[in-house]
């Protein structure tokens, strides 16, 4: 029996996530079917909302529903230390272990050149005017341990040597090759605490 | 390591063998044909998850078969895994211990064999990415970051390659940099390696062959060694830009070294009979195999395939005088029975099947 136009055009729409083969997009799609209305009004709504609602921050690019976001507006955070991470997403592990007091700049992705990505692509110039208009005396690179993460970071450290007293990188704790978004609080916190100076 | 028993099912000319295996020595033989060379190759293929004798996957499938397993029992370190490989056109895939193994890196760092076959004698005939990849993998195994430093590096010389190729030099100063700082880290480890080659290479050479000359790899950076230095590397790499953008690829760097055996000075290509290029490929391996053992306390699996029918009969009594002294789990095929008393197993193979 050929599947139901309407369910696969679903199982197709799951298709395209990341990661998410033909098989898991089935199942996806069948426990769908087994929802109550509410339910599935509700998945709809949230899936609308988060369209309508989330934005990229105007100051740092982070995902925000008010703008500026809660963390830039934030009066008792150091508006004077700017964390700076590849991905919007890489703010919130961070967050979450609550060890960082500032602020961040995301720079949608990182120097790439077999992906066509190169400085110009990135989220950079944002970026020289809040150095440029603000007092911010340490800039942390928090890009992830790859090669494209340690490149940006490189790139990072060339560029706004002369313009930022204080330049330190994530130190220890996040395995080589990893990525921030797996990594838990415990090692974000040594590796922000060990994070070393490299504009020296 | 040892492996203690063996299953081949629908591997080249097997349709399917089952085994136990000797800790000691495994000697098989069979007239040509029959399938001794294939065996091995399936005992080499589950420690090293290659052939020695191909890349192409469907040349070890059984005739109109889609797929070939391989199993066995492995043991390191006192620790006994269950390894299956089932092997396709398409590729392999492994389980280690009943569940599917994903970080083959990890497998291939615990598990290992060194082969001496007919084919080795052209390591050092051959072009310079074949040494390059065997060294990689002893080197590795010797030093688990160096196989991280690898794959960086790899991810590296990627990018600065492409950049060459779309022409945008303004980056390149960025990745001559990262660049350097692997390549540094690269280069120390491999000439650290070779130097720790060559403490025992002369003598092992002479324990072999009776011959008294000094053996000696020699590595041959492509990057000026400079003493490690970061600063001079990149120097380097900056100054090659012309030549870079005229290949249209990086032309400086740790995927360009070379290694060379030396004999008495003497350039492996330039001077070496055929017999000198077989016992010196031996002495080679066997010195990795003390390396292995005294440093990692490692014992990996050793497979000589039609060895004593390719050396002459004075070096074939050094030889055997040598193994007699070996504690590795040792695979030997022949034509014959061994000349000798060895401790361990014989069999015969005669079509696809031990009798
Ligand atoms: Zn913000």
Known sequence: MQIPVALERLVYEFSRFPGVGRKTAQRLAFNILRYTSEETQNLADALVQVKEQIRYCSVCSGFTDVDPCSICSHTGR???????????????PIEKSGVFKGVYHVLMGAISPLDGIGPEQL???????????????????????????EATALYLQHEFAGNISKITRLACGIPAGGDLEYVDDITLMEAFSGRHTINT | MIIRNIEVSQFRNYSNCKTKLSPAVNWIYGANGQGKTNLVEAVYYLCNLESFRTKKPALLLQEKKSEAVLKAQLE?????????????????????????SRRVS?????????????????LFRSVPQERRKFFNRIIAFNDSLYFKN?????????????????GKTVQIPLWNEMLAGSAAKLMKLRSDFVAQINLHLSGIFEGLSGRSESLKLFYKP????ADFNENNYLLQLD????????YGFAVLGPHRDEYHLLLDGKKD???????????????????INRLLYERYKFYPVLIFDDLFSELDAEVNKHVFQFFLELKNQIFITSTSKPPHSLPGKIFQVVKGQLV
């Not at chain 1, 700076?84 to 703010?91: A, F, R, S």
């Not at chain 2, 620790?79 to 569940?99: E, Y």
């Open chain 1, 123 to 149: 989220n950079l110039h944002k970026l020289r005017n809040r150095i440029a208009n603000k007092n911010i005396n340490e800039m942390i690179i928090a890009t992830n341990p790859t090669v494209k993460g």
């Open chain 1, 78 to 92: 150091d508006q004077e230390q700017v964390c700076v991470v590849e991905q919007p997403n890489n703010i919130f």
């Open chain 2, 150 to 166: 690898i794959q960086e590096y790899t991810k590296i010389v990627a990018q600065k390659n492409s950049l060459l190729r779309q």
């Open chain 2, 222 to 225: 492509s990057l000026n060694i």
């Open chain 2, 106 to 122: 990890e497998y291939i760092l615990s598990f290992m064999a060194l082969s001496f076959t007919p084919e080795d004698v052209n």
């Open chain 2, 76 to 100: 390191r370190t006192k620790v006994l895994h269950s390894v299956q490989v089932n092997i396709t056109k398409k590729g392999r895939q492994v389980l280690l211990d009943h569940a599917p």
């Open chain 2, 239 to 246: 100054k090659s830009l012309p030549r870079d953008l005229q």
């Open chain 2, 269 to 287: 290509k330039d001077y070496f009979s055929q017999g000198e290029f077989r016992i010196t490929n031996l002495s080679l391996k066997m010195t």
